[in-house]
């Protein structure tokens, strides 16, 4: 099948211009100002904006184990209903993925669903459990793109120095969840203002900071390549800009909501506040946001964390940490930051899109002729109310429910076919 | 006596959402209340066929009668719930709790929990008036109410007064719900504690004093309030011991010089006798300890009153 975008403004070489755009046996055939109207399918976009379609490299599937707060069905739809149609999975399922057979099964149901490409990450370590560094080598024949923890943070440091040699050796990047347990304690919203006056305890960014010290050391010292993930202080930033200044392989991202979120929103005791790294002061969002515009934050990542009603709506310091992150992260940036003139609509793009498929590898998330017909189409001018009826993913945990947020994805493209159309 | 709309229906989960006027209100309303407590038979009908449930998810057996005996004065049916022997140990969710009780006809609760938030989910949960009896180390505003009404009940005018909190700051809902009020009252609260114990942004939140010094906190104060000093705490690494701990900020005659002469004593309690106050200052004239219990009574007693709409 054929399908042509017409008229509309294209996410291209770093700029945004009017493109038509021709998809033909799911690869982008064509990019030119005009193209002829022959096509089995045409769409006229006029006044719609046609981007690479997003790469999310931290998402929590739940899937095998957890399918009640998400499965790879809901999790995929939840992505191409947010533009996304890459995504990475974290090995934090129930088994955790440290083995090729749950590597295998992710990677075969996803494709046989079709939603989304999703790349998987193999646990760092057995059972994350930061003791024994896990069969990397083989998870990474069987297609792993990275190792990681995450939701857990090694905390010997001996053993991460050696599962960065390990994982350096079969050139697997590493993610970090940077938290030293021992300063979060019983942490649940950040340690500062806000938790002194709700008595909640507090996650101080100290817990963050000193992993973030510790491991750019060691990788500066093994050559490996770090990623930083979900960064939220303005001195762990400070760290990672030194860092690169040095040339150590360090690359970070940041999540939607620590850059249009403070501990402020935890006053109201809404558990959808509720996550790790915790909600920061607005000295730190500021440093993420100038940060990520200066490059120091390489790309957006949602961190997308379902969890069911049950678990989430009750006492803040029993409900689980996270929130989803998939639909609401373009509206929700484009809405506080990019119409507000904080952020450029390019650097958004390039933040959810080429960004994030450099730092594992992945296809390059680019409209280019010959590439996957990979893309979305947005009405930037159109907006989108968020609702338990409306939103994909099980988990309806966002801080952003109920609420109407200027943009929305009219189509999802996945290898020239719709996976998601308004 | 009569209530007012204002009051009617309306939750008590800590001291910010009550102005001025409206804390004196409900301490002149207590003073009411504390003189039927004086009574040969201490009860009065106006809250006959209201039912109060008191929700008690950490245990406090002092509260919890000072709750319940005040709904007992009022007339009105006390139903009790423990966490220990009811269905939350067996797994429950709070907000299944909630539409069980409400199914039963619950007009108001009062809620013990450990959770900060708790008794706003209640509230939410269950549509009613909710009490907030403490959630963990958030807020206690019945237990501020009663210290207010026992220091304004003693000197009269609260504006000015200097009060000295001391202990372990970090840990307490008594603090934090006091700061509050008696900030919105005038007066000027100095806490004082080692500063493992000391939450950070005191003066920025509360607009009160912080020193590590005993001897220079307790300075001029018209009133000093001693706090308990828990045990566990030692093992969280916050102090090395509680003889270490007592030498540096325990309430003795030595220390308590530095305050105003005739500075009035209290404690929320349990006290800690030989940890943070010794004997010589807990059972002396100064002290106001036992009024203090004796108060909450009034001061809960009002608030049911307040809130239920009962006339007298």
């Not at chain 1, 090995?91 to 993925?97: A, L, M, Q």
């Not at chain 2, 220990?84 to 069980?100: A, F, N, P, R």
């Not at chain 2, 309030?225 to 093992?235: A, D, F, K, P, V």
């Amino acid at each position: 099948m054929t399908t042509l975008i017409k008229n509309g403004t294209a996410y291209l070489n770093g700029k945004l211009q009017p493109r038509d755009i021709l998809i033909k046996k799911g690869k982008i055939a064509k990019i030119a100002k005009t193209l002829p109207e022959k096509a089995e399918r045409i769409i006229d976009a006029a006044g719609k904006h046609v981007f690479p379609g997003f790469v999310d490299l931290h998402v929590h599937l739940r899937d095998p184990g957890q399918t009640y707060k998400e499965d790879i069905v809901s999790g995929t739809r939840a992505a191409a209903h947010g533009g996304f149609t890459s995504l990475c999975a974290m090995p934090n399922t129930d088994p955790v993925v440290d083995n090729i057979a749950t590597v295998d099964y992710i990677q075969r149901r996803a494709k046989d669903l079709g939603y989304a490409r999703v790349y998987v990450i193999g646990a760092m370590t057995k059972k994350s459990e930061g003791l024994e560094i896990s069969e990397m080598a083989t998870m990474k024949s069987d297609g792993i793109v990275a190792v990681s923890d995450d939701g857990n943070c090694v905390q010997n440091a001996k053993l991460m120095l050696n599962a960065m040699r390990y994982a350096t050796n079969f050139g697997l990047p590493l993610v970090i969840h940077a938290e030293d347990y021992n300063l979060a304690g019983k942490g649940q919203i950040h340690g500062g203002r806000i938790a002194s006056q709700l008595g909640l305890s507090g996650l101080p960014g100290l817990a963050e900071e000193v992993i973030v010290s510790r491991d750019i050391m060691l990788a500066e010292n093994t050559g490996s390549r770090l990623h930083i993930a979900h960064i939220s202080t303005a001195r762990s930033i400070e760290l990672v800009r030194q860092a690169k200044d040095r040339g150590v392989k360090v690359t970070c991202e940041v999540t939607p909501h620590h850059l249009l979120l403070t501990e402020d929103a935890c006053l109201g005791f809404d558990t959808n506040t509720k996550m790790k790294p915790p909600l920061r002061t607005e000295k730190d969002r500021l440093a993420c946001l100038a940060a990520l515009k200066d490059g120091t934050i390489d790309c957006i990542a949602t961190d997308h964390a379902p969890h069911a009603d049950f678990e989430k709506v009750r006492e803040f310091d029993q409900a689980p940490f996270g929130i989803i992150g998939l639909e609401t992260a373009f509206c929700a940036l484009y809405h506080h930051l990019v119409k507000t003139g904080e952020l450029g609509l390019q650097r958004l793009a390039e933040a959810l899109t080429s960004a994030p498929s450099k730092i594992f590898g992945l296809p390059p998330a680019e409209l280019k002729a010959g590439n996957p017909a990979d893309l979305n189409i947005i009405d930037l001018e159109a907006s989108t109310t968020f609702s338990e009826e409306n939103i994909l993913s099980k988990g309806k945990n966002t801080p952003w429910l109920g609420q109407t947020l200027a943009g929305r994805v009219l189509y999802t493209f996945l290898e020239g076919r719709i996976t998601w159309q308004d | 006596m009569e209530s007012t709309p204002q009051f009617v229906g309306r939750s008590l989960f800590d001291l910010d959402d009550y102005s001025a006027d409206e804390i004196m209100y409900i301490l002149e309303a207590a003073q009411g209340m504390k003189e039927i407590n004086l009574r040969e038979y201490k009860k009065i009908p106006t809250l006959r066929g209201k039912t109060v449930c008191t929700l008690f998810v950490e245990d406090s057996t002092r509260t919890r009668m000072s709750f319940e005996l005040a709904a007992n004065r009022l007339s009105a049916d006390v139903v009790s719930f423990q966490a220990s022997v009811s269905s939350l140990s067996k797994g429950e969710s709070l907000q299944d709790t909630i539409y069980t009780l409400g199914a039963m006809g619950i007009d108001l609760y009062c809620i013990r929990h450990r959770s900060p938030g708790s008794p706003q989910l209640v509230n939410k949960y269950s549509g009613k008036p909710v009490i907030n009896g403490g959630d963990g180390r958030h807020a206690h505003p019945t237990q501020a109410l009663l210290d207010i009404f026992s220091i304004w009940e003693r000197v009269g005018e609260l504006k000015g007064l200097k009060i000295t909190i001391v202990g372990d700051i970090l840990n307490s809902r008594v603090v934090r719900s006091n700061l509050i009020g008696m900030k919105k009252l005038g007066m000027q609260v100095t806490v004082c504690g080692p500063r493992t114990l000391m939450p950070g942004s005191m003066e920025d939140i509360f607009g009160c004093r912080v020193e590590y010094d005993l001897r220079e906190a307790l300075r001029d104060a018209d009133i000093v309030m001693g706090l308990r000093m828990q045990l566990e705490r030692m093992t969280e690494g916050l102090f090395p011991s509680l003889e270490e701990y007592s030498k540096h900020y325990v309430l003795s005659k030595d220390t308590i010089k530095f305050a105003k002469k005739d500075a009035l004593i209290m404690h929320p309690g349990p006290m800690n006798r030989g940890v943070e106050i010794l004997p010589e200052i807990a059972d002396s004239s100064q002290s106001i300890i036992v009024e203090q219990v004796a108060n909450g009574v009034a001061v809960r007693m009002a608030l049911m009153f307040l809130i239920l709409g009962g006339k007298l």
